[in-house]
Nanobody, 123 residues
Framework: QVQLVESGGGLVQAGDSLRLSCAAS????????MGWFRQAPGKEREFVAA????????DHVDSVKGRFTISRDNAKNTVYLQMNSLSPEDTAVYYC????????????????WGQGTQVTVSS
């Protein structure tokens, strides 16, 4: 059974940093591209970042470029999202997702999803 478990969320102040982790099990992690998405209250789930199987390709949505960085450790079956200079607009539930292909920003192409971790940024 495939499981993606996010962790690292919390309540922080504007300007702070957080690192989210997503631990994968039940799949051969090194074969999967990974993505991070987020969903704020009343809004649709939106793309944040994606990383290819080996980590050689990454994509980030424009609104987080220069502040967020996606990375992965295939030895630990884990993908990370380092978030710096957080702002209240980053408040959302953050989800990780996995797929054998490279869906990039295309939400509907990801096969597996985690349950999410809440990030709240106060001003």
């Amino acid at each position: 059974q495939v499981q993606l478990v996010e962790s690292g969320g919390g309540l922080v102040q504007a300007g702070d940093s957080l690192r989210l982790s997503c631990a994968a099990s039940g799949l051969t992690f090194r074969l999967y591209s990974m993505g991070w998405f987020r969903q704020a209250p009343g809004k649709e789930r939106e793309f944040v970042a994606a990383i290819s199987r080996t980590g050689t390709r990454t994509d980030h949505v424009d609104s987080v470029k220069g502040r967020f960085t996606i990375s992965r450790d295939n030895a630990k079956n884990t993908v990370y999202l380092q978030m710096n200079s957080l702002s209240p607009e980053d408040t959302a539930v953050y989800y990780c997702a996995a797929d054998l292909n490279y869906p990039g920003a295309t939400r509907g192409w990801y096969h597996y999803w985690g349950q999410g971790t809440q990030v709240t940024v106060s001003s």
